[in-house]
């Protein structure tokens, strides 16, 4: 697939979020990435399903991208598609019951409530147990950093991790989208997009007065 920008909202000012969403689609952006954090599973809180919803309402043709940070993600399947949520991105880490079948079900519920199915893991996690589900899932979102925390440099792990995946994906003529998140930066999103992701999770990289918008965008998706 062609190179995608996803922008997560939450390097923003929250007392300017919605004028720089409005600025992010007026440029081209069409998948919004909202990280929710349950103080659990990440040291941290951040936002919630009424963020989806709102920017659905606004914005219907955007894709809301949900990056759940939570302990027992699928508790939460059925209150995010009612918020009109697109993808559903659950980290592989943060479900207690790692059985195969359990793993599964979760992936099925999540399609069964109309979203797409994106698992995620840390940098850290062999992205090689990720083999049973990876004919079922929409997606594969690899961290690029400790989940939970702008701000931090890119741990070198995710290349190969990516590298991993496209291959297996080549390899078993599968469909899933190889995503990243975390520490995409000027001097880092050319290796990852070599590497093999094809959705770059970006903060900081366009954090830019609205002129210099576009021109962050193009570099990552032409």
Same mark, same amino acid.
């Given at each position: 697939?062609?190179?995608?920008?996803?922008?997560?909202?939450?390097?923003?000012?929250?007392?300017?979020?919605?004028?720089?969403?409005?600025?992010?689609?007026?440029?081209?952006?069409?998948?919004?990435?909202?990280?929710?954090?349950?103080?659990?599973?990440?040291?941290?809180?951040?936002?919630?399903?009424?963020?989806?919803?709102?920017?659905?309402?606004?914005?219907?043709?955007?894709?809301?991208?949900?990056?759940?940070?939570?302990?027992?993600?699928?508790?939460?399947?059925?209150?995010?598609?009612?918020?009109?949520?697109?993808?559903?991105?659950?980290?592989?880490?943060?479900?207690?019951?790692?059985?195969?079948?359990?793993?599964? &079900?979760?992936? &099925?519920?999540?399609?069964?409530?109309?979203?797409?199915?994106?698992?995620?893991?840390?940098?850290?996690?062999?992205?090689?147990?990720?083999?049973?589900?990876?004919?079922?899932?929409?997606?594969?979102?690899?961290?690029?950093?400790?989940?939970?925390?702008?701000?931090?440099?890119?741990?070198?792990?995710?290349?190969?991790?990516?590298?991993?995946?496209?291959?297996?994906?080549?390899?078993?003529?599968?469909?899933?989208?190889?995503?990243?998140?975390?520490?995409?930066?000027?001097?880092?999103?050319?290796?990852?997009?070599?590497?093999?992701?094809?959705?770059?999770?970006?903060?900081?990289?366009?954090?830019?007065?609205?002129?210099?918008?576009?021109?962050?965008?193009?570099?990552?998706?032409?």
């Amino acid at each position: 697939m062609k190179s995608k920008v996803a922008v997560s909202i939450y390097v923003f000012n929250f007392l300017e979020v919605g004028n720089k969403i409005e600025e992010l689609v007026q440029a081209g952006v069409d998948w919004i990435h909202v990280d929710i954090m349950d103080g659990n599973f990440v040291n941290n809180y951040a936002l919630c399903q009424k963020f989806c919803q709102d920017i659905k309402a606004k914005y219907p043709n955007i894709l809301i991208d949900a990056h759940l940070m939570c302990i027992e993600p699928q508790r939460y399947i059925e209150s995010f598609s009612n918020a009109k949520t697109d993808n559903f991105n659950f980290h592989y880490e943060a479900v207690t019951n790692k059985n195969e079948t359990n793993i599964l &079900q979760i992936i &099925q519920d999540i399609k069964a409530n109309k979203m797409k199915a994106v698992i995620a893991i840390n940098p850290e996690t062999n992205p090689q147990v990720l083999k049973p589900f990876l004919d079922q899932v929409d997606g594969v979102m690899c961290m690029s950093i400790k989940p939970g925390f702008n701000g931090q440099q890119l741990n070198d792990m995710v290349y190969d991790n990516i590298i991993w995946l496209a291959e297996y994906k080549k390899t078993n003529n599968l469909n899933f989208f190889i995503q990243v998140d975390g520490g995409v930066r000027e001097n880092t999103y050319l290796k990852l997009k070599q590497s093999g992701a094809e959705v770059l999770v970006v903060g900081a990289f366009v954090n830019v007065p609205n002129s210099e918008l576009k021109t962050q965008i193009n570099k990552i998706e032409n």
